[in-house]
């Protein structure tokens, strides 16, 4: 009942752009922080951004910083990433997760994640 769906992956050549979209069904996307995480084959996930509760306060890791922009559309209980200038190391499963009100530096803190979407860039 309560989930998290992420869409927008696909296949971008390098320097392209994506919008990844994370839709919440059974709660209100509102009250929660939305975090965003990646993990290629052979690596383990990290986290690339995370937006705030309410107005959303963001922050992200400095390999995405200045090309990707995370934001909410609460009125639609979405949160997007955009993704621009993607480059050979961007490529992973990307799945959002929601943790209450304020972001995490703890990926243990996250109740709910999303299933993942591919994003793939080719050369």
């Known amino acids: 009942q309560l989930q998290l769906v992420e869409s927008g992956g696909g296949l971008v050549q390098p320097g392209g752009s994506l919008r990844l979209s994370c839709a919440a069904s059974?709660?209100?996307?509102?009250?929660?922080?939305i975090g965003w995480f990646r993990q290629a084959p052979g690596k383990e996930r990290e986290g690339v951004s995370c937006?705030?509760?309410?107005?959303?306060?963001?922050n992200y890791a400095d390999s995405v910083k200045g090309r990707f922009i995370i934001s909410r559309d609460n009125a639609k209980n979405t949160v997007y990433l955009q993704m621009n200038s993607l480059k050979p190391e961007d490529p992973a499963v990307y799945s959002c997760?929601?943790?209450?009100?304020?972001?995490?530096?703890?990926?243990?803190?996250?109740?709910?994640w999303g299933q993942g979407t591919q994003v793939t860039v080719s050369s």
């Open positions: 059974g709660f209100t996307l509102d009250l929660y922080a």
């Open positions: 937006i705030s509760s309410g107005v959303g306060s963001t």
């Open positions: 997760a929601a943790v209450a009100f304020r972001c995490s530096p703890r990926r243990t803190s996250y109740a709910y």
